[in-house]
């Protein structure tokens, strides 16, 4: 059979790590193919790793078709869902797939096909995942974790997308890291693990200090005070920032000692 490899859907879930790849070829090395590659007709929609290993090696495998899939929304839409369910899924991944089939399933509600059956989310007049909280329950992640993820997607540079992809640093820390401009991401990324930690805590401390800070203090001039600004934070500003709340924070707490001492 003249199996088909459509690029975009061996692309649409992360490749394997090299550690991975050379596991599962061990594997299917010793113990043969032992589950059928799942196609579309022709197309390969699940198995493109045991596929290109068991032609390289000259390994008998077994197809089988998948009669339920009637459009590339509906392979995605399984792909995502297989995914979803093994346990090898990182944290970063299992949440940019909930969130890649909640906008399926949006855009589904919004222009649904002609030749959807009825039973499938679209029909019922509401995507199956509406809420932060449906996502979060798909992707076994919390809220706030996902609400990173879609930060990250939206503000990440490529290259600190990469370092959380393969682990190098935190949801959580690059998150934070995604807030600066995309030039400062880039020096922190290039400067390892340290250096991107750095940055996270840099930005993080900044929020902290602006949430014990809500009102001006006596005396403060609030002409004087900076204007707020639609860019984004530099390090720089944010130790200058960290710098002069801390200084502030000092001061106010020199002043409170003095009060009740006083009274």
């Known amino acids: 059979m003249n199996i088909q490899v459509n690029e975009a859907l061996r692309a649409y879930i992360d490749p ?23 196609l579309w007709g022709d197309v ?28 590339m929304d509906d392979v995605h839409l399984w792909m995502i869902d297989q995914h979803l369910g093994r346990r090898s899924v990182s944290d970063f991944q299992r949440g940019v797939l909930a969130l890649r089939k909640k906008d399926i399933e949006s855009a589904r509600v919004k222009t649904p096909s002609p030749d959807s059956p009825a039973d499938t989310p679209k029909a019922a007049g ?36 990469a370092a959380v992809r393969s682990g190098t640093i935190s949801i959580n820390a690059a998150a934070a890291v995604a807030s600066l401009p995309s030039e400062q991401q880039v020096q922190a990324v290039a400067g390892g693990k340290k ?13 902290a200090h602006a949430r014990l800070m809500p009102v001006a203090v006596e005396g403060d001039d609030p002409e004087a005070a900076p204007a707020a600004s639609d860019e984004p934070p530099t390090i720089e500003s ?26």
């Not at 200084?247 to 000692?257: D, E, F």
């Open 44 to 71: 390969l929609v699940d198995g493109h790793n045991r596929h290109a290993i068991c032609l390289k090696h000259d390994i008998p495998f077994q197809t089988v078709q998948h009669a339920g899939l009637r459009s």
């Open 195 to 207: 250096e991107m930690q750095q940055a996270a805590r840099l930005v993080r401390e900044s929020k």
């Open 238 to 263: 944010l130790q200058a920032e960290n710098a002069a709340l801390r200084k502030k924070i000092v001061q106010l707490t020199i002043a409170l000692s003095e009060a009740r001492r006083v009274s």
């Open 16 to 38: 394997l790590t090299a550690d991975e790849h050379a596991a599962l070829e061990r594997s299917l090395l010793n113990e043969g193919c032992r589950d059928a590659l799942v």
């Open 126 to 161: 509401a995507p199956a995942m509406a809420t932060r909280d449906d996502i979060a329950r798909a992707a076994r992640l919390s809220p706030n974790t996902v609400g990173q993820i879609e930060k990250i997607q939206k503000s990440a540079t490529p290259e600190l997308v």
